[in-house]
């Protein structure tokens, strides 16, 4: 656990950092980024946390357990979209262009982006994004019990 | 000369990373060797794809013009995380030796030999 | 000794590099013509992707719309590539913590 100066400053940019992250997963078909980028910023959000407090507070607020499920759901998440579109090929597209949620039809060129475009991208880009979170923390957190077993 | 310079550059990283990984005996400088290597293969890739004058190929608010090659990009973005987990392997196995022998110095790290 | 000729062996490698990154050679034997930094030769798929991507899939993000929609099953790899990591890093570590008791 780290000075009261360090773990007041994490605690004020923990909640930007989680914000910038999901941003940067839900814009991920308009700007730069996307799933695998913006778990990654949130995963470091964890990585703050971790170094301010130390392992054995962060042990009861943030399991291994549930940052694994995480993972697996996101994964699991994936694949499903995937499969959803199995009547014309793995990976197809269903929802672009069709009217429906993320499906507005964009014109070729140059326009401001709105959200509510590219079909099943912005699904699989939350699903990649929850995975690259959950793999990320799992990691942080067992480097850092092992450092706690030498310490003892 | 001067238009290959991300080519030299990607080169000279790659004979960091070499020798990193052949002349250094600690592992953990061994890990990092191979990250360098790693970097310099994704940078070779995206400048492989490098339009001149080109700009990212996003539509949203671009000024237009030529945009540089999207394919190596996605390749870069797969090489990228595809590192990240190679990287966590590699230092868990270094966990591992040096829970073993004590030590990360790979001269040392030999009882199979005796 | 030793250490010199792996020094040697090193040295020949990096100036076999350097020339390589000087002169790219020939990357069409045919035409002769030298690959040069900044205009790329064979763009067909790329043209295709810059100018099919935003109606077939409707994405802007070019590079998104290749990462999970043309490409996807690279994406599926690599997903699973980080899976497999996150499920050896914590065998490896969990092993280690049975072994202390």
């Known amino acids: ?152 | 000369m001067i238009f290959n310079a991300p080519f030299i550059s990607v080169m000279i990283l790659v004979i960091f990373g070499l020798y990193a990984m052949v002349f250094r005996r600690n592992l953990i400088k061994v890990v990092i060797g191979l990250d360098i290597v790693e970097s310099a293969v994704n940078l070779f890739m995206v400048s492989l794809g490098y339009v001149k004058n080109g700009i990212a190929p996003i539509y949203t608010n671009s000024p237009g013009g030529a945009m540089v090659l999207p394919t190596p990009q996605a390749l870069t973005l797969t090489s990228i995380v595809i590192g990240v987990a190679t990287s966590a392997m590699l230092l868990s196995f270094c966990i591992l030796i040096y829970r073993y022998y004590g030590t990360l110095d790979t001269r040392k790290v030999r009882r199979l030999r005796e | 000794m030793r250490n010199i000729l792996m020094l040697i062996v090193f040295l020949t490698i990096f100036s076999f590099f350097m020339y390589v990154a000087i002169n790219p050679g020939d990357f069409n034997s045919q035409t002769g013509e030298h690959f040069v930094f900044g205009s790329p030769k064979f763009t067909d798929m790329d043209n295709y992707f810059i100018h099919n991507a935003q109606n077939q899939t409707g994405a802007n993000n070019v590079v998104t719309s290749i990462v999970f929609d043309y490409r996807g099953f690279d994406t599926l790899g690599e997903a699973s590539v980080l899976f497999t990591a996150v499920l050896g890093v914590g065998l490896a570590l969990r092993l280690l913590r049975g072994d202390k008791k």
């Not at chain 1, 971790?50 to 499920?69: N, Q």
């Open chain 1, 1 to 152: 656990m780290m000075s009261k100066i360090v773990r007041t400053q994490a605690n004020f940019l923990y909640p930007f950092i989680l914000i910038f992250g999901f941003y940067i997963v839900a814009h991920g078909h308009l700007t730069p980024g996307g799933g695998f980028q913006g778990g990654a910023v949130i995963a470091t959000g964890i990585a703050l946390v971790i170094v301010a407090y130390g392992y054995d507070r962060i042990k009861s607020w943030i399991k291994k357990s549930t940052l694994t499920a995480t993972e697996s759901i996101g994964l699991l998440c994936f694949i499903l979209t995937a499969f959803i579109g199995i009547g014309t090929s793995f990976f197809y597209n269903f929802l672009a262009n069709s009217g429906l949620l993320f499906g507005d039809r964009v014109s070729y060129g140059v326009n401001p982006g709105y959200l509510n475009t590219a079909g099943t991208l912005p699904i699989m880009n939350l699903a990649v994004g929850i995975e690259v979170l959950g793999g990320l923390g799992a990691i942080l957190m067992y480097m850092m019990s092992y450092g706690k077993e030498v310490d003892k």
